[in-house]
Nanobody, 123 residues
Framework: QVQLVESGGGLVQAGDSLRLSCAAS????????LAWFRQAPGKEREFVAA????????LYADSVKGRFIISRDNAKNTVYLQMNSLKPEDTAVYYC????????????????WGQGTQVTVSS
């Protein structure tokens, strides 16, 4: 049974940093593409960042490019999202997702999802 468990969310001020973690189990982690998505209240889920199974290629939404960094540690079965220069508009529930195939920003192609972690950025 595949499980993805996010952690690291919280309440911060604009300009601060946070690092989210997503620990995976029940899958061959190194063979999966991992991604982060987010959903703000009243809005649709949106893609944030993705990283290939090898970790050699990443993809970011324009809204976070240059501020967020996705990385993975295959030895720890964990994917991270380093979030810098946070803005109030980054407030959302952040979800990690996993796919056996590189699925970039298409949420419909990720079969496995975590329960989410809340990030709130105050102005």
């Amino acid at each position: 049974q595949v499980q993805l468990v996010e952690s690291g969310g919280g309440l911060v001020q604009a300009g601060d940093s946070l690092r989210l973690s997503c620990a995976a189990s029940g899958l061959t982690f190194s063979g999966y593409c991992l991604a982060w998505f987010r959903q703000a209240p009243g809005k649709e889920r949106e893609f944030v960042a993705a990283i290939r199974s090898s970790g050699g290629s990443t993809l970011y939404a324009d809204s976070v490019k240059g501020r967020f960094i996705i990385s993975r540690d295959n030895a720890k079965n964990t994917v991270y999202l380093q979030m810098n220069s946070l803005k109030p508009e980054d407030t959302a529930v952040y979800y990690c997702a996993a796919s056996r195939f590189y699925s970039a920003g298409d949420g419909g192609r990720y079969p496995y999802w975590g329960q989410g972690t809340q990030v709130t950025v105050s102005s």
